[in-house]
């Protein structure tokens, strides 16, 4: 299986702060990884996929950017509905993991 | 717009089968892009891939299940659903369906159910 390592596991920031997220894959998985944001009580919700595509509808703030086994997610200066939990996802192949999330919460 | 439901019981006896249900409304369960999944995510916990189906039938189990869970398709009432036997109480969960769409040669979960909350107890 392939196991996927976010760092940090918990960050506090300010409005208006440029966050960045990794995600390290335990092999090579190309571009095959997404990213997923999930306030409390709520579903998922689709950031990114294939790496770095911005999903329709999602903030230009938000970006993906690596290849392989090393991974980054940045928000260009935070918003308030921006605090949350934001999780990577390999689709490389099955068995299909996520990494352990990274819970962004106000300074 | 598409969207999924899930069904279910919110209550499961320790070493009793587990059953839900994913309604796909506003959309078609047999197209060639789309699969369908179960993911689950324990309190305070994160995410966990269960398995995904695609409308012909064929499946993909996450390994450390794959002994206990079954998931299945019915196109004609555009559900799927999802089997989990001898429950404990560590399978107590959130239990989300999702789509996996498959374009441009990735795959991604674009479209969740709202979730369901299953804990197992007597």
């Known amino acids: 299986d392939i196991q996927l390592t976010q760092s940090p596991s918990f960050l506090s920031a300010s409005v208006g702060d440029r966050v960045t997220i990794t995600c390290r894959a335990s092999?090579?998985?190309?571009?095959?990884l997404a990213w997923y944001q999930q306030k409390p009580g709520k579903a998922p919700k689709l950031l990114i996929y294939?790496?770095?595509t911005l999903q329709s509808g999602v903030p230009s703030r938000f970006s993906g950017s690596g290849s392989g086994t090393e991974f980054t997610l940045t928000i260009n200066s935070l918003q308030p509905e921006d605090f949350a939990t934001y999780y990577c996802?390999?689709?490389?192949?099955?068995?299909?993991?996520f990494g352990g999330g990274t819970k962004v919460e106000i300074k | 717009q598409l969207q999924l439901q899930e069904s279910g019981p919110g209550l499961v006896k320790p070493s009793e089968t587990l059953s839900l249900t994913c309604t796909v409304s506003?959309?078609?369960?047999?197209?060639?892009?789309?699969?369908w999944g179960w993911i689950r995510q324990p309190p305070g916990k994160g995410l966990e891939w269960i398995g995904t189906?695609?409308?012909?039938?064929?499946?993909h189990y996450n390994p450390s299940l794959k002994s206990r869970v079954t998931i299945s398709v019915d196109t004609s009432k555009t559900q799927f659903s999802l089997k989990l036997s001898s429950v404990t109480a560590a399978d107590t969960a959130v239990y989300y369906c999702?789509?996996?769409?498959?374009?441009?040669?990735?795959?991604?979960?674009?479209?969740w159910g709202k979730g369901t909350t299953v804990t197992v107890s007597s």
């Open positions: 092999q090579g998985i190309s571009s095959y």
């Open positions: 189906i695609y409308f012909i039938g064929s499946t």
């Open positions: 294939a790496a770095s």
């Open positions: 506003g959309g078609s369960i047999s197209s060639t892009s789309y699969y």
């Open positions: 996802q390999q689709l490389n192949s099955y068995p299909l993991t």
């Open positions: 999702a789509r996996q769409t498959w374009t441009g040669g990735y795959y991604f979960m674009d479209v």
